[in-house]
């Protein structure tokens, strides 16, 4: 058993095995360049999408201005009218060049402090077909909204129903949708996806109508929303099948904004309680909104690790300011996320999201759900004295057809934390120092798995993080390379001279509504973590020395200082949804890296009771009713009030 030095990346040009060349990179860069971004399709991209953080006092326009655009393509919203002065943050698209000239003595060396990898696939990595001049943005058509203006950023917005339509118009003003199927034109200030107005909602469903009735199949069959409404066979023009009768997008934006009210009283509710949902007909202003729709890309929704999210929640953000008045209000919710990060809100997203509203002096406000992996033992957190050794197990499911990650991320000044990988079934790896990486290919072309440990990193400002990245455990393709299922032992030994606080977070990878990705959650075990179900085994309890921790367990692009993070509880029973980071955190007396966040900024209801998880909210159709569980049924709630407060 032994490993093997990292490749030089074919993009990049950078060889990963020369010592210190991953320094300061995205490890997910490194690692989709070591298995020749298999992970991400047949196809090796020709452009790579990314989001860059600019050294300070660096302006986009100088970005630009010192790149070329055969190999820089940054949209234009991000030097339009929308961007706000002094933004240091933007999404681009890159060639081979870039990465030369990020080098020392590049034309580009000096300005960008820090990237992250987007999601190289599908359209976001072939030529762009609606990208336009970068230094020059584009002016949107269509009015800008005035007032108060609620956004949301999710996926399968079903437009048409009812609960978002105003004496049967759409109130949904504008709607993105970020990825190639569809129909309306590009939004020239983005250069990718597809853009409807009130307008173009309004026609499809007034062509749809027969009777006085609305066939909302047809309007999303017109309007290209595959995901909520198909064709039948021909012969059969006025039918339609539904995918799915619920979808999280619908369900969470009529919670933000449909006409039912969330807020009515009851009796006997604990003092500090908000009221919990009734269908009681709203009279707020969230009800009457104006909206604006980023639907996410599929490939985003689908790939629950966040290979995109970066991107893809950034452009919508400035989407949504593209289409606002410089005097707007807006709130917006955010009801999705990942696991797996720094959880101290330096991650580049957050830091971008934290900088717009700073700017935006609070005209812009951010709800984000605050995650539902309480209970999902995908997070370890244990600090080593000098010469204190531990073993974390890590259960890779098989018939995983995703890749599988865990991050490991190491308070700042520790340097003598040494990582010793097991696979399954196999003996140990020799163990890999800071700074090290390698990959193990078990006699193979391409990696099994790989252990990335810079000595910084891109997607962090506090500390390292070292990748573990392992290959999926089923494929259909003979060819593929895949990984053993069962139990990786991942031994920590400090060999340094100061305590080290480590946590060890295991990426989300399951599977979500409407999608089929072969995904499969992995998880942390240990003997001494209480999976018993009696009434306290559902929060930690710091005599227990399972390393093993709930707390912690947190939405990892919802720890920003300027975001608004929103916990789930229940109308009645145990105050807490079992599956939602609580406040006051149960654990917080354990040792944590400087500025991790564990706990809620506030909370709303997400489950009934005990038995009855969830809550009812819109289905696809308007006559419908879906029960969705999570702390996506909180985030809305909170932004309805930030909203109706604006």
Known sequence: MTWTKLPKGEFTGIDWAVPGATNGFDPYLIWAETDDFSGYGDNRPKWLPVAVELTAGTTVQQLIGAASTKWLLVPPVYTSRAAPAGLTFCTARVKPA????????????????????????????????????????????????????????????????????????????????????????TPASLGYGHELTAADINLAIQASTYNGLVDESAVYVALGLSTLGKKMPKGRPFFHALDTSVSHGTHVMDLAAGPRSLLAQVANLPPGFDAPPSWALADDDASRAPLIAVQLDYDTVRDTSGGSMNVSVLDGLLYILSRCADDAKVAVNISFGTLAGPHDGTSLLEA????????????????????????????????????????????????????TFMELWIEEDREGLEITITPPGRAALPPLKFGESKMWTDGGKLPVCALIYPQAVATGRRGTCALLAVAPTFSFDKKATTAPGGVWQIALTNTGKKPVTVDAYVERDDVVIGTRSGARQSHFEDKWYDTSGNPDSFVDHPDNPSPIRRSGSFNSIATGSKTVSVGGTRITGPHWAHYSPQKPDPDAARPKRPGVVKVPDTEAFSDENPALLGLKAAGTRSAGVARLVGTSDAAPQITRKIFNAL
């Not at 990898?117 to 976001?124: D, F, H, I, R, T």
């Not at 997070?379 to 098989?398: D, Y």
Request: aromatic share 8%.
């Open 98 to 185: 870039f990465f030369k000239h990020l080098q020392p003595g590049g034309r580009l060396h000096a300005l960008v402090l820090r990237l992250e990898l987007g999601l190289p696939a599908a359209e976001y990595a072939g030529e762009p077909t609606g990208q336009q001049t970068p230094v020059q943005a584009a002016a949107p058509s269509g009015p800008l909204l005035y007032g108060k203006v609620l956004g949301l950023i999710d996926d399968s917005l079903a437009v048409a129903h009812v609960n978002f339509l105003d004496g049967g118009k759409a109130r949904t003003r504008y709607f993105w949708r970020q990825d190639g199927v569809g129909t309306g034109p």
């Open 352 to 403: 971008a999201m934290d900088e717009l509203i700073g700017l935006l002096g609070g005209r812009l406000q951010i709800a984000l759900a605050a995650g539902n992996s309480y209970q999902l033992r995908t997070h370890a957190n244990k600090t080593l004295s000098k010469g204190e050794r531990i073993t974390l197990n890590w259960q890779g499911l098989p018939d995983d057809s995703t890749q």
